[in-house]
């Protein structure tokens, strides 16, 4: 059997980094967001039951956090597989309290679609996960 070489994975070296360094920045600023400004985010983004600021902040210190954990991925490709494979792990489990929670969305069609998005997010943390070890073991 060929080994497996860097050319079987569908994205190189230098384009992973600037996905992940994508995916960093996004939940950084997430997480920042979150943070700063929990009104804010739960008037745009979470409004899912009873508004309460406080816990909005603590899940947004772990965004920020797997966001740093990310960046710092960008230049360390061992944390790499790992830290997206929580990611893939992160998202489903987003998306099934969302699906559990559907009724509980500011409309049906944005439950459907907060559940379908964070399902699909999960799926690419998944492909990206595999991608990533593809790459490290060359």
Do not use: C, K
């Amino acid at each position: 059997m060929e080994a497996r070489t860097r050319s079987d994975a569908p994205l190189d070296e230098r384009t992973m980094r600037v996905v992940v360094a994508a995916l960093a920045v996004f939940h950084v600023g997430e997480g920042l967001w979150m943070v700063f400004s929990p009104d804010s985010f739960f008037d745009v983004i979470g409004q899912y039951g009873l508004e309460n600021t406080h816990y909005v902040g603590d899940v947004g210190a772990f965004v920020l956090a797997y966001g740093i954990a990310l960046l710092i991925a960008v230049g360390r490709p061992s944390w790499r597989t790992p830290l997206l494979a929580v990611g893939a792990l992160w998202y489903a489990f987003h998306a099934l309290n969302h699906l559990l929670d559907i009724d509980e969305a500011r409309s049906n069609a944005r439950g459907i679609a907060d559940t379908v998005l964070l399902a699909l997010g999960s799926a690419a943390l998944a492909w990206l996960a595999a991608v990533s070890n593809r790459l490290e073991r060359g």
